[in-house]
């Protein structure tokens, strides 16, 4: 039976002035263009103008409508004095019932961590708003050496791990599709 391809959502978490997460987002996304069973969109943090107090704005309820429509999320983290961007945190702070019941994966990026310590600070975060976190990682060590001039990368694990979370994401967000439409999410 075929269904629906998956609303990927790829969330581009720092904001900060020469930052390199559209060189990491960019390769993730040609891995998960690749893959039929999503239908693959971005929401980078930098072009969102979330209100600082949370209040409701056009712009908030327009980033509120995105995360609701979304089936599926991957998060591109930098890792910033031990833990995740502000920046990140503020944008899962100003939806609430829209993440609920649905797959998150990470890919992060840094220096010697490779970003795994904000991914594990996110897991406690997206636990809080129902999200399901997927096991797999994609992990940059000393990201800048690990990108040519063309954007790729031939960091063998990140490859495979690519491959891996697109997987356990595809495999979550078709059994909490099924879950959602069987019945409302009591959170």
Do not use: C
């Amino acid at each position: 039976m075929a269904t629906e391809p998956i609303r990927l959502e790829v969330i581009i978490g720092s904001v900060r002035e020469g930052r390199f997460a559209p060189v990491v987002a960019e390769w993730f996304l040609r891995r998960a263009r690749e893959r039929p069973e999503f239908a693959t969109t971005v929401t980078d943090l930098a072009d969102v103008a979330l209100p600082a107090d949370l209040s409701r704005t056009a712009e908030s309820d327009r980033f509120r409508d995105r995360i609701g429509a979304a089936e599926a999320f991957v998060v591109v983290t930098p890792e910033y004095n031990h833990g995740y961007p502000a920046a990140l945190k503020h944008a899962i702070d100003s939806a609430k019932e829209q993440w609920r019941a649905k797959p998150v994966g990470f890919v992060s990026y840094g220096g010697l961590s490779g970003g795994l310590r904000a991914t594990e600070q996110l897991r406690q975060v997206v636990a809080e708003v129902h999200m399901v976190s997927v096991r797999q990682t994609v992990s940059f060590h000393q990201a800048r050496k690990r990108f040519g001039p063309d954007g790729e990368s031939d960091d063998g694990a990140a490859i495979d791990g690519s491959a891996r979370l697109l997987g356990q994401l595809a495999w979550w967000a078709e059994a909490l599709r099924s879950a959602r439409s069987e019945r409302a999410y009591p959170g």
